[in-house]
């Protein structure tokens, strides 16, 4: 036994950001970024683990399509000699359900639907980098935008942005409101390096929206339900924002049990069943409701659901009696 290659073989595995890295890549490649994004730790950070776990020869890296690839040394689990019964140790280990790991495991899934969504792989192996030049979903959706007349739009919890920046590329306006100034700052910023000038950024809650009574044709609300103390006010401010005839979307998750997301994210409900934000949306004054599955992706425990209403030509700004749902975690 070397002792000094064996304490610090043990030193290096006992840290918790470290044998985190290396359950993810015992699952799948990544590269930096979505490390990052999983492991909700600075790109700094995730490279120094990376560099300690490569010279231990517990990581190897690979270069394919444009991005450095990070997987576990093919030989640490295949031998039973060496670090073979340490490996198996760990692994089995890994294969404990924890909050923590119930985390991680969400943004994996979540990684992974961005990558498929931008076909930077298309079906292939990561590793094998085969690649469908221009091929992408966004672009399909701004384009899909051009076919819609110049609207005013509000979106509703806007967060960093992105969506609202979307949306400016076919809106004729649009008012981006969010609780947080510092997330607003943010955006602003996004959106002056974008060059974007038909955005007004706005200071709000979403159960009290800055704009007047009948002012948007279209009210959007994208992941930002679940965050909401009381949806169901929140939905009524759309409906009074939004002119009659104007219309209502709303991204939003399908209830799950993922209850980390409480202390993590922030989210105030875990999602909204099919039936209960068709009842919100029409308890609001809405009509003709649509209520859909919009993504779903194997083992992933989040499914996105779409929905659309529209506001009766007739309606007035004031919203219909509010239903009562039953909170699915905590404030």
Not at 96 to 110: I, Y
Not at 130 to 156: H, M, Y
Not at 309 to 318: C, I, N, Q, R, V
């Amino acid at each position: 036994m070397d002792v000094d290659e064996t304490s610090g073989l043990f030193r290096l595995l006992g840290d918790s950001a470290r044998l985190r890295l290396l359950r993810i890549l015992s699952r799948e490649a990544l590269n930096v970024s979505e490390l990052t994004a999983v492991l909700g730790l600075a790109q700094s950070g995730v490279s120094r683990h990376l560099g300690l776990l490569r010279e231990a020869g517990l990581v190897v890296e690979a270069r394919a399509g444009g991005y450095t690839w990070y997987r576990l040394a093919s030989d640490l689990a295949g031998s039973s000699e060496g670090r073979g019964p340490l490996w198996d140790f760990v692994h089995r280990e890994f294969a404990r359900v924890t909050p923590a790991t119930q985390a991680d495991d969400a943004r994996l899934q979540e990684v992974r639907r961005v990558r498929k969504e931008r076909f930077a792989d298309h079906g292939a192996d990561v590793l094998r980098g085969q690649l469908v030049p221009g091929r992408s979903w966004a672009a399909w959706a701004r384009a899909l935008g051009l076919l819609l007349p110049p609207l005013d739009v509000v979106d509703i919890g806007c967060g960093d942005g992105f969506l609202a920046i979307e949306a400016a590329g076919w809106a004729r306006s649009v008012v981006a409101v969010d609780r947080s100034a510092a997330v607003l700052a943010r955006a602003r910023a996004l959106g002056d390096r974008r060059r974007v000038s038909n955005i007004a950024w706005k200071r709000g809650e979403m159960e009290r929206l800055p704009l007047s009574a009948d002012s948007v044709d279209v009210a959007l609300l994208s992941q930002a339900l679940h965050h909401a103390g009381d949806p169901a006010r929140v939905l009524a401010e759309a409906h009074r924002v939004v002119r009659p005839g104007g219309r209502i979307v709303v991204l939003d998750l399908r209830e799950h049990s993922e209850a980390w997301v409480a202390s993590k994210l922030g989210d105030r409900w875990l999602g909204f069943s099919e039936k209960q934000l068709r009842e919100l949306i029409a308890a609001a004054g809405f009509a003709d409701i649509i209520v859909r599955v919009g993504s779903r992706a194997p083992d992933d425990p989040f499914v996105v659901l779409i929905a659309a209403g529209t506001k009766p030509a007739e309606a007035g700004p004031s919203a219909r009696q509010q239903p009562c749902i039953t909170r699915s975690t905590t404030s």
